[in-house]
RNA sequence: GCCCCCGUAGCUCAGUGGAUAGAGCAGCGGCCUUCUAAGCCGUAGGUCGGAGGUUCGAUCCCUCUCGGGGGCGCCA
């Protein structure tokens, strides 16, 4: 709010230096405002005169000081300092930052904790999606929560979107075969199939399919997979609405095959010539840079013939391949197996354009993954460059060269492939985050253990609420699990690895950072319910009496949550929200700390201050209701 | 071999090309007869892995290099 109000009028400055002809006509980089390092360089500073100093044929102090002329007696701004090699240090009225708080009492909570940004896009976010033969694993617990308060963040930033899980139920899937397999080994007391899924909750799906109403004499694996998977489905649900994080739409990969639609867009994909059954396949070796260095073309017949000899993979089928290699990939991959069965990468293909739909004509793509998927970014461009290829009317930007004439057909198919695949770059955004390594006792805890359980998002929520809070009822240890869970995983940036402190999380104490910044909240509830019990009532009209520091402080801090959102909706780094909150936390904890707000001697002074609490909480709320984490009244 | 991520205080990590690089925890020393001490204040702790380059200015951008983690299936 104060920095671009700010920044207008450092511009306007600019422009009028340069309409007088001041400083001469030439390309000037906006200004921008900065913050400063320490209190004595003032609020805000301005960088602008080191950056300009050359356009504008002046030293970057002589440039500093034209524009420090021109900021007296501004309504916004104090003082001007020029400093060091040509810093414009900016100190801010007392009475400009107070009147913010008004504001901030304007917005409430919900309006403050906003963004409107000057390109709504309508996006589809796909996140979590993990298969349905597990439970959520703590390690899938961490694209939940940066995929859901992605979404919140993006939705505050004023864009339209929708939340999607894609369920890979596909009958073609082998892991999803295989763990149909092992419940009905449980259920009818079958050798148990190797490699099978053995954790406990596998049998909890088999003792719940035993009691499942009708259940055929004679029922198959097909039965079998959409029952259990149907049950996993469920309990995916639960333990995600447990975590706070809801979908609009769960897709069902298996619809696209049943529809029809993955069989036509195949169709339309050969027809293009983006896919094809002939039996070869283009490997591509990339050097250090992405440059091609050395492409080679497989016989396929001759692999087919040696595995049908060794027994498996064998059919009579053609191979369909994905041409993928002409859209970057590292080598070609296959839509339809030699057995007639489709592969995974094929539903991606009928998926990619379907998500278009939600939200309706979207324009827009974001698809979080784990860190074991990194490998799959490519393909899954090439998937949509594939969908969008069309024949290319621009003129060919050269002959094909010694590397290129193995992967296209003409110089022009390059050229629209390649329009095509920077096309499908820009739509789909395919974000990865790192690894979450869990400690505990010092020592790391596996996500998938050796006797084939898995260390569960449900299991860590319930571990962090009794240990934390073991007097509490069970849905106040839900909420703390919660709450505490979601924290940590979004205090590190996604993009890097983190260790997951188990010992600390569970500790209720200060050390556990959430705490610190829930407090804040808590002690506020405790100051206004003490206020009003003496008859003191925060009024946002008596706010021009704050004029210490530490007030002004806080209220810079408040204000700034509006750009800190449209920052994390531009760059997905929502993580900085959570230093935020602290930051937040601690300036209030510092103006607590000097400034008494309940004062029955000063009743306007109170009241003012009560405002100002007050702000501070809405600041809070949006906050914690961008990370998805409650705020409790009392600790 | 190629691709992704990381290397910043004892530990876990923030850090938008700007001035004296920060926080939490751990350490040491203080502050509750007054609004929640789950708090505050003070103190100590650093060749930002290393070497070049771009820049008025680099922890941040580029190149190289060393070290750690992960990924490269007619599995998903």
Redesign the pocket.
């Known amino acids: 709010m104060i920095r671009p109000i700010l920044a207008a009028r450092l511009q306007q400055v600019v422009d009028a230096l340069r309409s007088e002809g001041l400083i001469p006509e030439a390309e000037y980089a906006p200004v921008e405002i ?5 209190p ?3 609020d805000f ?1 301005c ?1 602008f005169a ?2 300009a100093a ?1 356009s504008a044929q002046k030293s ?1 102090r002589e440039l500093a000081e034209l524009i420090q002329n021109r900021l007296q007696n501004t309504p916004e701004i104090e003082a001007v300092e020029v ?3 040509g ?1 414009l ?1 900016l100190k801010l009225r007392p009475s400009f930052v107070s009147g913010f708080v008004a504001t901030v009492h304007q917005l409430g909570a919900s309006g403050l904790a906003r963004a409107q940004t000057s390109q709504p896009q309508k996006i589809n976010v796909e996140f979590v999606s993990v ?1 349905p033969n597990g439970p959520i694993t703590v390690g899938s617990g961490r694209g939940a929560a940066f995929g859901d308060t992605l979404c919140r963040v993006l939705a505050a930033a004023g864009h339209t979107v929708h939340r999607e899980y894609y369920i ?1 139920d ?1 009958v ?4 999803m075969r295989l763990f149909a397999a092992s419940v009905q080994s449980y259920v009818e007391e079958l050798p148990f199939p190797e490699k099978g899924y053995r954790g406990d909750y596998v049998q909890e799906v088999a003792a719940q399919v035993r009691e499942i109403e009708n259940r055929p004499s004679n029922a198959d694996l097909n039965w079998y997979q959409s029952m259990s998977q149907d049950l996993m489905i469920e309990r995916q649900r639960h333990d995600l609405q447990m975590f706070e994080v809801r979908f609009d739409t769960w897709f069902s990969e298996q619809s696209l095959h049943d529809s029809g639609i993955v069989d036509q867009r195949l169709a339309e994909l050969a027809k293009k010539g983006a896919a094809d059954t002939d039996p070869h396949r283009v490997m591509v ?6 440059k091609i260095q050395e492409v080679t073309v497989q016989d ?1 017949q001759a ?2 013939k040696t595995e049908a000899e060794e027994g498996p ?1 064998e059919g009579d089928e053609e ?1 369909l391949w994905l041409r993928s290699t002409k859209f970057g990939d ?2 070609d991959r ?1 839509l339809r ?3 007639g069965r489709l ?3 094929s539903s991606d293909v009928a998926y990619h354009q379907d998500k278009f739909n939600r939200p309706e004509n979207a324009d827009h793509l974001i698809t979080v993954l784990g ?6 970014i490519g393909r899954l461009h090439a998937v949509l460059a594939a969908l969008k290829l069309e024949e290319s009317t621009q003129e060919t930007s050269g002959e094909l060269d010694e590397h290129e004439s193995k992967i296209y057909r003409s110089a022009a198919e390059r050229d629209a492939c390649r329009i095509a695949l920077e096309q499908a770059q820009k739509a789909l955004n395919v974000v ?1 985050f ?2 979450v ?1 869990f400690v505990k006792d010092g020592q790391p805890a596996p996500m998938r253990k050796r006797d084939g359980n898995i260390y569960s998002l449900r299991d860590l929520i319930l571990e962090i609420g009794k240990s934390a809070a073991p007097e509490s009822s069970e849905s106040e240890q839900i909420r703390i699990g919660r709450d505490v869970a979601r924290y940590f995983y979004l ?3 996604h ?5 997951f ?1 188990i010992d ?1 999380a569970t500790k ?6 959430v ?2 910044v829930q ?1 804040a909240h ?2 506020i ?3 206004l319910s ?2 009003d019990e003496v008859g003191l009532h925060a009024d946002p009209s008596q706010s021009h009496l704050l004029t210490d520091n530490r007030e002004l402080a806080l209220i810079r801090k408040i204000v700034e949550l509006p ?1 800190e959102i449209a ?1 994390c909706a531009h760059d997905l ?1 929502v ?2 929200l959570t ?1 935020w909150a ?1 930051d937040l ?2 300036t209030y ?2 103006f ?2 000097g ?4 004062q029955t001697d000063q009743p306007e002074l109170s009241a003012a201050r009560l405002a100002l609490c007050e702000a501070t909480q809405m600041g809070l709320q949006g906050v914690f209701g961008l990370l998805g984490i409650s705020a409790p ?3």
């Open positions: 900065i913050d400063t390092k320490s004595e360089h003032g500073a960088n080191m950056i050359k970057p400093a060091g090699p810093f240090n298969n890979n596909g073609n899937s082998e892991q070796k990339f050097a250090k840079g992405g396929q692999a087919a993979g191979t590292d080598m296959v197996r030699r057995d592969t995974y990468i860190p074991d998927h990194h490998g799959y990865i790192q690894i390594r205090m590190r940036s993009e890097t690895h983190m260790d402190d600390l209720q104490s200060d050390e556990n950072p705490f610190y407090y808590a002690r509830a405790s100051v003490k206020a750009e920052r780094g993580h900085r230093t602290q936390a601690r904890h510092h607590y700390d400034c008494r707000v309940i009244e009392r600790m």
